[in-house]
Nanobody, 124 residues
């Protein structure tokens, strides 16, 4: 069992930066791939980025590539999402998720555990 708690959301102006954190409980965190997803009002939840269990393999949605960076610290059971050059269209609730299989995937269905989400709002 893995429990996930996101933090770091807030309101920022376009062009600004935020760093989200996702703290995980459970001894098997280091075996899980960790993903970030987001959901804007009236839209479906969408993939943002993912990092495999070791941190050596990452993948990004085209919409955030070059602006967002995912990383993890297995010693701290934490995954991070550094968001730079934020745009109003990045406004959403951001969720972290854990995939016990440990591999990179963009599909929400393969993720076993989800956090409650943290709100990110980007003003123009």
């Amino acid at each position: 069992q893995v429990q996930l708690v996101e933090s770091g959301g807030g309101l920022v102006q376009a062009g600004g930066s935020l760093r989200l954190s996702c703290a995980a409980s459970g001894r098997t965190f280091s075996r899980h791939a960790m993903g970030w997803f987001r959901q804007a009002p009236g839209k479906e939840r969408e993939f943002v980025t993912v990092i495999n269990w070791s941190g050596r393999n990452t993948y990004y949605a085209d919409s955030v590539k070059g602006r967002f960076t995912i990383s993890r610290d297995n010693a701290k059971n934490t995954v991070y999402l550094q968001m730079d050059s934020l745009k109003p269209e990045d406004t959403a609730v951001y969720y972290c998720a854990a995939n016990a299989g440990g591999y990179v995937s963009t599909a929400t269905g393969v993720y076993d555990y989800w956090g409650q989400g943290t709100q990110v709002a980007v003003s123009s």
